[in-house]
């Protein structure tokens, strides 16, 4: 699940749109669109003021962040160990 796919459900939850949600929080529905588009996730201003905005702990979408970070991370690793392993030593 991305971030924009957690946020959208949440708007759903509270039957409200992103184009909505975004107007009340205080940031363009570009900004928005753009966590859609390219996967970004906001500054964590924007993090807190998802947070009010929905009720939720503001660990809820800081723990997200750091959950994309660690699995990137992982993803990296794995792919640099299929790369080493591909390499075939005569």
Not at 22 to 34: D, E, L
Not at 52 to 81: G, S
Request: proline share 2%; with cysteine.
């Amino acid at each position: 699940m991305t971030f924009y796919e957690l946020v959208e459900v949440l708007c759903e939850e509270r039957g409200v749109t992103t184009k909505i949600m975004a107007m009340r929080i205080g940031v363009s529905y570009a900004a928005v669109r753009n966590w859609k588009n390219s996967g970004a996730i906001p500054r964590w201003q924007t993090l807190i003021k998802l947070s009010e905005y929905f009720r939720v702990p503001r660990d809820y979408f800081l723990d997200f962040k750091k959950r994309q970070t660690i699995i990137a991370a992982m993803q990296e690793t794995e792919a640099q160990e299929k790369n080493e392993g591909s390499h075939v030593v005569l």
